[in-house]
Nanobody, 124 residues
């Protein structure tokens, strides 16, 4: 079992930056592809970014490419999402997710463990 806890959300003006952090406990995440998703009211959960467990190869959703950067620190059992040039449409609850010994995917069903989420609000 893996427990995930997100932090770093908050209120920011459009054009600003935030850095989300996801702390894992229970097991080391070095064997797990990790992902960030987001969900706003009335919308489906959307893939934001993912990172493979060995090579740390990253993949991004089209709406965040060039603005968001995902990274991982296996020694600290954490992953991060650096969000720059934020827009009002980035407002959502952001979730960290882990996939146990599966290829990194872009669908929520590709992930086995989820955090509770952290709210990001971007004012225009």
């Amino acid at each position: 079992q893996v427990q995930l806890v997100e932090s770093g959300g908050g209120l920011v003006q459009a054009g600003g930056s935030l850095r989300l952090s996801c702390a894992a406990s229970g097991r080391t995440i070095s064997d797990y592809p990790m992902g960030w998703f987001r969900q706003s009211p009335g919308k489906e959960r959307e893939f934001v970014a993912g990172i493979t467990w060995r090579e740390s190869v990253t993949q991004y959703g089209d709406s965040v490419k060039g603005r968001f950067t995902m990274s991982r620190d296996n020694d600290k059992n954490r992953v991060y999402l650096q969000m720059n040039s934020l827009k009002a449409e980035d407002t959502a609850v952001y979730y960290c997710a882990a996939a146990y010994r599966r290829p990194m995917g872009t669908r929520p069903s590709d992930y086995d463990y989820w955090g509770q989420g952290t709210q990001v609000t971007v004012s225009s």
